[in-house]
Structure formats: C-alpha cells, structure tokens
C-alpha cells in the first residue's frame, strides 16, 4: 500500500508540473491571441490544476499520523481546499461571462491560427497526463476525480481547437465568444459540484450512494440481530466513512456479541465501503436507558 502511494503520488506530481505549464502557456496564450474561448479552457486548466494538487496533498496528508489535537488526522484539508477550488471556478466563470458580454457586442478580430496552435498544444498535455495516471485509478477514488476533471478539459481542448479551425478559415470572430461562454457554463456545473460535495462532507451528510434504510436493512438479517437505531452515517473525506449505531440483541456470551460485531463490519465493508465504525451493543433485557457493554447485562 505504501508503495502504491509512493508511486500514485509521482506520478500526480509529474502531472501538476506538466499541467502547471501548459496553463502559463495558455493563459499567455489568450492574452496573445485575444481569445475568451482559450481563456475559458486555461480555467478549466486551472481546475484540472487544482484537483491534481487535491490528490497529490491528500496522499501525502494520508501517510501522516493523527495527533493529540487531530485525532482524524488531516483528511479534511482535501475538502477545505476543495471548497475553495470551487470558489475559485465560479469567479473565473462569471470574469468570462463578463468579458463574453461585451464580446458579443462588439467582437474583436482574434488570432485563429495561433489558438489552434497552443489549444492543440493542451489537447496533446491533457491526453498525455490522462495516460499516465490511468492505471492509478483503479485503486485510489481521489486519483479518479482527478483525471475526470483532465478528461472534461481534453474534450474543452477539441473545442477550442475546432474553434480555431473555423475562424482561421471563415472568420467567423463571434464563435469564439460563444465558445467562451459554453465552457464558462462547464465550468460553473463542475464548480456547482465540487461546492455541493465539500458542504455535504463539512455537515457530515450521509454519503449520496449510500441509503440508511438499505444499511438497516443489511444488518437486521444478521442472525443474533434484533433491531438497530441512531444510525448515523457520514464522511471524514470523500472516500473515508464513518457509521456509528446501536445494535439490539439477545442476552448473550461475550464472544457471541464479539462475532456479531465482527459481521457487521464485515457487512458494511463489502457491501458499503464502510472500514471505520463505532457499534454500540444493547441487551435487550436491560431496563431502558441501561446500555450493555461489550454484550453483558447488569444482573
């Protein structure tokens, strides 16, 4: 498992360098060239930007040992700097929208073959960072939304490069605007999403692919099981969840309490993704509000 973080961890590395990079070139690029359509995809580069460096710091957080005054640990700060990142988009989104406006109305003669150029130069770092981290995404969730964010800008890059192609040969200027404002809008939807998941994790939701009756429902059909309540369900990170419940049983051995508890969390592992639980056990014949320790009732 180390090693596999050591080598995702490179790799993301490898890849904020080569994007970091192609944005500047991008970025200047617009300037150069005088395209929104151009400026629009160096921030959805900035995006890709961001969730590389996302991954890339909670792999390093991972590896660090809670401490006295963190007990989770440093998983959190992926979601902080998500919810910024998101800020972020929706700024860049809105400048645009605002620079797309005045576009429209008054369009600007822009250098088509230049922004075919450096946009094709993008398209080919976006699919070269898309193969390398590849084989990292079958193991690491984090790693996957990252090159998810690379694939949504390779198909912006297109966008911009068939942009160019039609300017240089029609002159068509209000293209590119409007090219502009649909990645603007891509923009905004993924910004919208990464805003929407960091303020569920922060207010401890219940993960969206997870329903709580269908948790229920999972351990109830466990033999020694009598029924359950205060399920509570959320996330440290996006890919670390937490349960917490109380599990009704029988009056019963220790060991026999032990084994049901080892099921449950087998259960919730394989069929939920859930490693970190808390199960309280209750004895069915204790008096109300008397709880069982470790499945033994207080004679």
């Given amino acids: 498992?180390?090693?596999?973080?050591?080598?995702?961890?490179?790799?993301l590395l490898f890849s904020i360098i080569v994007i970091s990079i192609i944005f500047l070139v991008e970025l200047i690029g617009s300037i150069l060239t005088?395209?929104?359509?151009?400026?629009?995809?160096?921030?959805?580069?900035l995006t890709d930007l961001f969730a590389l460096f996302i991954s890339f710091l909670a792999i390093r957080l991972a590896g660090r040992p809670p401490t006295k005054m963190r007990t989770f640990g440093f998983y959190r700060f992926e979601i902080l700097a998500a919810l910024f990142n998101g800020l972020?988009?929706?700024?860049?989104?809105?400048?645009?929208?605002?620079?797309?406006?005045?576009?429209?109305?008054?369009?600007?003669p822009v250098v088509g073959l230049g922004l075919t150029m450096v946009a094709t130069i993008g398209l080919v770092a976006n699919i070269f960072v898309l193969f390398l981290l590849k084989s990292e995404t079958k193991d690491s969730i984090n790693v996957r939304a990252a090159?998810?964010?690379?694939?949504?800008?390779?198909?912006?890059s297109v966008a911009v490069l068939v942009t160019g192609l039609l300017i240089t040969f029609t002159g068509l200027l209000i293209l590119d605007p409007i090219i502009g404002i649909t990645i603007g809008i891509i923009i905004i939807y993924g910004?919208?999403?990464?805003?929407?998941?960091?303020t569920e994790v922060l207010l401890e939701a219940t993960p969206g692919d997870i329903?709580?009756?269908?948790?229920?429902?999972?351990?109830?059909?466990?033999?020694?099981?009598n029924g359950i309540h205060h399920l509570h369900i959320w996330s440290i990170t996006s890919d670390i969840r937490m349960l917490s419940a109380h599990i009704e049983i029988s009056d019963q051995m220790v060991s026999k309490a032990n084994e049901i508890t080892a099921e449950i969390n087998r259960r919730l592992k394989e069929d939920?993704?859930?490693?970190?639980?808390?199960i309280?056990?209750?004895c069915e014949r204790c008096q109300e509000d008397i709880f069982c320790q470790e499945g033994e009732c207080p004679n």
């Fill in 211 to 225: 329903d709580p009756a269908r948790v229920s429902e999972k351990i109830t059909t466990i033999d020694g099981v």
């Fill in 34 to 45: 005088n395209s929104l359509a151009l400026l629009g995809d160096a921030g959805h580069m």
């Fill in 280 to 282: 309280q056990i209750e």
């Fill in 272 to 278: 939920f993704d859930i490693e970190h639980t808390t």
């Fill in 88 to 108: 972020l988009l929706l700024l860049i989104a809105i400048y645009i929208f605002y620079r797309s406006y005045f576009r429209l109305l008054n369009p600007e």
């Fill in 191 to 198: 910004a919208f999403r990464i805003i929407i998941e960091a």
């Fill in 1 to 11: 498992m180390h090693h596999h973080r050591v080598i995702s961890s490179k790799k």
């Fill in 147 to 156: 090159a998810f964010h690379v694939l949504s800008d390779t198909i912006s």
